[in-house]
T-cell receptor
Framework: NAGVTQTPKFRVLKTGQSMTLLCAQD?????MYWYRQDPGMGLRLIHY???????AKGEVPDGYNVSRLKKQNFLLGLESAAPSQTSVYFC???????????????FGEGSRLTVL | QKEVEQDPGPLSVPEGAIVSLNCTYS??????FMWYRQYSRKGPELLMY????GNKEDGRFTAQVDKSSKYISLFIRDSQPSDSATYLC???????????FGDGTTLTVKP
């Protein structure tokens, strides 16, 4: 019962370095999301995907790229990290099962990124 | 102005107290209203869900939605130390899962 798994859980980068966060879900969900959480600012949507091969911008997409080559995986990339990208990143997934369903988001445990 | 505003907290109450957590919103298209609970260094988990206006009760928890006032609340009765967490309200236009979150209220229940 893994649910949503994020790797790595912790990472320290220097300004200008690149990295990729991996999210994997084993619930066969169609939708996947990347959020960032900063103190006092709640969860803000970066990018999301409504199915394999699709991606869309969320509220704060600048400086990030994403890919969904397989239904179960959603990758978040930082091409040139900046100190403003220091945050906790959460991946989530959801599925639509029919009218009245909640569209509940299932979250991973987060990836803590520090950019020096 | 943010679409969803949540009472900032933090909130500290004694064990057994009644807790009220509140959010207001500006987007009248929101139809789905949720409360997520987030323990320290964990991901959020769905606690309560309400569609449109009305009340929903689950054990010690009651969620209320007043669409005419664009106001939602979560009440916790007989609060316990295990309720200590950050509570996030979330709303969406449809049940496709793309939600807008409040900033969260951190609650501490003292024994």
């Amino acid at each position: 019962n893994a649910g949503v798994t994020q790797t790595p859980k912790f990472r320290v980068l220097k300004t200008g370095q690149s990295m990729t966060l991996l999210c994997a879900q084993d619930m066969n969900h169609e939708y996947m999301y990347w959020y960032r959480q900063d103190p006092g600012m709640g969860l803000r949507l970066i990018h999301y995907s409504v199915g394999e091969g699709t991606t869309a911008k969320g509220e704060v997409p600048d400086g990030y790229n994403v890919s969904r080559l397989k239904k179960q995986n959603f990758l978040l990339g930082l091409e040139s990290a900046a100190p403003s990208q220091t945050s906790v990143y959460f991946c989530a997934s959801s599925s639509i099962r029919g009218p009245g369903d909640t569209g509940e988001l299932f979250f991973g445990e987060g990836s803590r990124l520090t950019v020096l | 102005q943010k679409e969803v505003e949540q009472d900032p907290g933090p909130l500290s109450v004694p064990e057994g107290a009644i807790v009220s957590l509140n959010c207001t919103y500006s987007n009248s298209a929101f139809q789905y209203f949720m409360w997520y609970r987030q323990y320290s260094r964990k991901g959020p988990e769905l606690l309560m869900y309400t569609y449109s206006s009305g009340n929903k009760e689950d054990g010690r928890f009651t969620a209320q939605v007043d669409k005419s006032s664009k106001y939602i609340s979560l009440f916790i009765r007989d609060s316990q130390p295990s309720d200590s967490a950050t509570y996030l309200c979330a709303m969406s236009v449809n049940n496709a899962g793309k939600s807008t979150f409040g900033d969260g209220t951190t609650l501490t229940v003292k024994p």
